[in-house]
C-alpha cells in the first residue's frame, strides 16, 4: 500500500513539474443582510395653510335710510350718508384693473360718474348686492361707438358665498363691482332703498 501511494505521488509530481499547486482560499464568512422593514403607507406632510384675513366685527352703524353713496376709487373709500345719524365710511375692494373709467365687458375696471340703486338681490353668487343702473345710455351711446359691449352686473355687493363667515378676499378682485364686507352689506341691504344715488369718483 506505501508503494502504491509513492507511485501516485511520483505521477502528481510528474504531472504539474513538480510544483505543488496552491490550495484555494477560504471564503471569509458572510453576513446576513439586513431585511427592510415591510412598506407602509406614511402620510406626506401638508404644508401650512396659508393665514387667511380675518375682519373686525363693527358695530352696526347704519340705523336710518341711506339717502346717498359716494364711491372714492383712489381712496378704496366709500361714504354713505344716512337720514338721521353719521356718515358710515367703509373700506372697499374694486375690480382688478380699477384704474380709469369701465368701457367695455371684461376689462375690470369698475365705471365711474352718478347712478342709482336700481334692484336688490338676496340670492347673488355674494352674500347680498344692491345693483347699479349701469350701462346708463351714455355708457351704451360710448361702448356702440367703439364697438364693443359696455358690460353690466355692477353692484355693491359683500363676499363670495364660497368665503366662511369673518373672513375676506384679498385686494381688488371683483370684476368691476364694489365688494364690502358681510357685516357691511347686510348693513346696506337693510337700509338702501331702491333709488339711492350712488356717484362713484376716480
Same mark, same amino acid.
Given at each position: @500500500? ?14 504539474? %513539474? ?19 422593514? $415591510? ?6 406632510? &401638508? ?9 373686525? =366685527? $363693527? ?18 373709500? @366709500?361714504?354713505?350718508? +344716512?337720514?338721521? *345719524?353719521?356718515?358710515?365710511? @367703509?373700506?372697499?375692494?374694486? *375690480?382688478?384693473?380699477?384704474? %380709469?373709467?369701465?368701457? +367695455? +365687458? ?6 365711474? *360718474? ?16 344692491? %345693483?347699479? !343702473? ?14 364693443? !359691449?359696455?358690460?353690466? !352686473?355692477? @353692484?355693491?355687493?359683500? +363676499?363670495?358665498? =364660497? ?6 378676499? &384679498?385686494? !381688488? ?21 331702491? %333709488? ?7
Amino acid at each position: @500500500m506505501a508503494a502504491l501511494g509513492a507511485v501516485a505521488l511520483a505521477g502528481w509530481f510528474a504531472w504539474t %513539474g513538480g510544483i505543488p499547486l496552491p490550495l484555494p482560499l477560504p471564503l471569509p464568512p458572510t453576513l446576513p443582510l439586513p431585511v427592510p422593514p $415591510p412598506a407602509t403607507n406614511i402620510p406626506i406632510p &401638508r404644508p401650512p395653510r396659508l393665514p387667511e384675513i380675518r375682519i373686525p =366685527q $363693527p358695530a352696526p352703524a347704519i340705523t336710518s335710510p341711506v339717502e346717498r353713496i359716494l364711491v372714492e376709487k383712489s381712496a378704496r373709500r @366709500m361714504t354713505i350718508f +344716512q337720514r338721521d *345719524g353719521n356718515p358710515r365710511v @367703509m373700506s372697499i375692494a374694486l *375690480g382688478f384693473a380699477p384704474e %380709469g373709467d369701465k368701457v +367695455q +365687458q371684461g376689462d375690470g375696471k369698475t365705471p365711474e *360718474g352718478i347712478f342709482t340703486v336700481d334692484r336688490l338681490n338676496d340670492r347673488s353668487s355674494f352674500t347680498l348686492s344692491l %345693483g347699479l !343702473d349701469y350701462p346708463r345710455p351714455e355708457d351704451r351711446a360710448r361702448a356702440s361707438a367703439e364697438g364693443v !359691449d359696455p358690460g353690466g !352686473d355692477i @353692484m355693491i355687493h359683500g +363676499q363670495p358665498n =364660497q368665503v366662511d363667515e369673518g373672513f375676506k378676499v &384679498r385686494g !381688488d378682485w371683483t370684476a368691476g363691482c364694489i365688494a364690502v364686507t358681510n357685516p357691511e352689506i347686510r348693513e346696506l341691504f337693510a337700509h338702501t332703498p331702491i %333709488g339711492t344715488e350712488v356717484e362713484i369718483r376716480p
